[in-house]
Antibody
Framework: QVQLQESGPRLVKPSGTLSLTCTVS????????WSWIRQVPGQGLEWIAY???????NYSPSLRSRVTISLDTSKNQFSLSLASVTTADTATYFC????????????WGRGTPVTVSS | IVVTQSPDSLAVSLGERATINCKSSRSVLFNPNNLNYLAWYQHKPGQAPKVLFYWGSTRESGVPDRFSASGSGTDFTLTITSLQAEDVAVYYC?????????FGQGTRVEIK
């Protein structure tokens, strides 16, 4: 079955860039929407962005100025880049399938914790 | 669209009923197809969140039938009719009517 696995540095310095990759196994990234979602400690789930192989990416308005999502179909991966991080970006980051209108998140990764600290 | 859950947490005895409410600031019922664009998820610590219901009340394959979901428009309910120990988790509702997905703040379910 299709599985998602997040990877990337667990510690990022303030003002730096958080970079994560989600590897999709057991299926193709083509034709689906893929999202990044985070959970700040003590808070709920926050959708960050989604990407599709034939449509423009879409971003949360609150993070749009700092976020880039990209898709590498040759590696069956998609990635997140979050610039100018602060301690408020400390969170567990999840990758998931879905996110556009008319589609729920039907598959998720286990999440990877990222701490922003000097 | 803002999605608000209640309560934030609840403690229920094993075998008893747990009820979680979800309210949307705007209707998530799409009239042309009469579907509610709302999903429910279960999230256990250290695990991937799991979808329980979509289209408001369509059960995902493999979800035990002690879980049920109902509602339409702006008001929705997730019910666990006979709470089991493995149901301890945080539950979220989420609207997907537009391209800005929004989750409720989550409801933590514990054993009393």
């Amino acid at each position: 079955q299709v599985q998602l696995q997040e990877s990337g540095p667990r510690l990022v310095k303030p003002s730096g860039t958080l970079s994560l990759t989600c590897t999709v196994s057991g299926g193709s990234v083509n034709t689906y929407y893929w999202s990044w979602i985070r959970q700040v400690p003590g808070q709920g789930l926050e959708w960050i962005a989604y990407i599709h192989d034939t449509e423009p990416a879409n971003y949360s308005p609150s993070l749009r100025s700092r976020v880039t999502i990209s898709l590498d179909t040759s590696k069956n991966q998609f990635s997140l880049s979050l610039a100018s991080v602060t301690t408020a970006d400390t969170a567990t980051y999840f990758c998931a399938r879905g996110g556009t209108s008319s589609k729920w998140f039907d598959l998720w990764g286990r999440g990877t914790p990222v701490t922003v600290s000097s | 669209i803002v999605v608000t859950q209640s309560p934030d947490s609840l403690a229920v005895s094993l075998g008893e009923r747990a009820t979680i409410n979800c309210k949307s600031s705007r209707s998530v019922l799409f009239n042309p197809n009469n579907l509610n664009y709302l999903a429910w998820y279960q999230h256990k610590p250290g695990q991937a969140p799991k979808v329980l219901f979509y289209w408001g009340s369509t059960r995902e394959s493999g979800v035990p039938d002690r879980f049920s979901a109902s509602g339409s428009g702006t008001d929705f309910t997730l019910t666990i009719t006979s709470l089991q120990a493995e149901d301890v988790a945080v539950y979220y509702c989420q609207q997907y009517l537009n391209s800005l997905p929004k989750f409720g703040q989550g409801t933590r379910v514990e054993i009393k």
